[in-house]
T-cell receptor, first 115, second 115 residues
Framework: AQSVTQLDSQVPVFEEAPVELRCNYSSSVSVYLFWYVQYPNQGLQLLLKYLSGSTLVESINGFEAEFNKSQTSFHLRKPSVHISDTAEYFCAVSGTSGSARQLTFGSGTQLTVLP | GAVVSQHPSWVICKSGTSVKIECRSLDFQATTMFWYRQFPKQSLMLMATSNEGSKATYEQGVEKDKFLINHASLTLSTLTVTSAHPEDSSFYIC???????????FGSGTRLTVV
């Protein structure tokens, strides 16, 4: 079984400042890692994912996350945030095969970008 | 590509009535669909996993007679909340898994309010 811990439930930050949303996971098997974003009253949209290969993955809108196996972390970062980045962010993990492939979500981090 | 349509987006019903929520994969075949429940300011909790043509697998603590799941085709899964009560009010989200390891696509969610 897998578990995900998002250490910060709320992160307020000023526009154009950098931000880091922390995510740690626990698993007895190999994992895939995901970050999803949710806007109010909407479903989840995939932001980025780590499956294999390079440990640094990037999204099209400037977010990046780095898989750190030794620290079992997958923190999400953006060097300069915009007002439109205000949303709930969920880190998720899945196993790589069989029944372990279902997603397990963290508790979410509300990112609020202030003008 | 990879669009999941969830309908309705919101519904208000009287206590004791039943409500059906549909989840359709519009441009791919989804052999597996997932149903989640999300309380305000909380993460997504997996309710059940449904595989086309077979009975759904419910997570511990989820009443299968109350939350009926049908996955009769490769593009449609339905969740019926039977004899709804106010405590069933929540945000319900479906997800469909495509071929491949990164194939989780989420519906836009259904806000259920039982009065």
């Amino acid at each position: 079984a897998q578990s995900v811990t998002q250490l910060d439930s709320q992160v307020p930050v000023f526009e154009e400042a950098p931000v880091e949303l922390r995510c740690n996971y626990s698993s007895s098997v190999s994992v895939y890692l995901f970050w999803y974003v949710q806007y109010p009253n909407q479903g989840l949209q995939l932001l980025l994912k780590y499956l294999s290969g390079s440990t640094l993955v990037e999204s099209i809108n400037g977010f990046e996350a780095e898989f750190n196996k030794s620290q079992t972390s997958f923190h999400l970062r953006k060097p300069s945030v915009h007002i439109s980045d205000t949303a709930e962010y969920f880190c998720a993990v899945s196993g790589t095969s069989g029944s372990a492939r279902q997603l397990t979500f963290g508790s979410g981090t509300q990112l609020t970008v202030l003008p | 590509g990879a669009v999941v349509s969830q309908h309705p987006s919101w519904v208000i019903c009287k206590s004791g009535t039943s409500v059906k929520i549909e989840c359709r994969s519009l441009d791919f075949q989804a052999t597996t669909m997932f149903w989640y429940r999300q309380f305000p300011k909380q993460s997504l909790m997996l309710m059940a996993t449904s595989n086309e043509g077979s009975k759904a697998t419910y997570e511990q603590g989820v009443e299968k007679d109350k939350f009926l799941i049908n996955h009769a085709s490769l593009t449609l899964s339905t969740l019926t909340v039977t004899s709804a009560h106010p405590e069933d009010s929540s945000f319900y989200i479906c997800s469909a898994r495509r071929q491949g390891v990164d194939g989780y696509t989420f519906g836009s969610g259904t806000r259920l309010t039982v009065v």
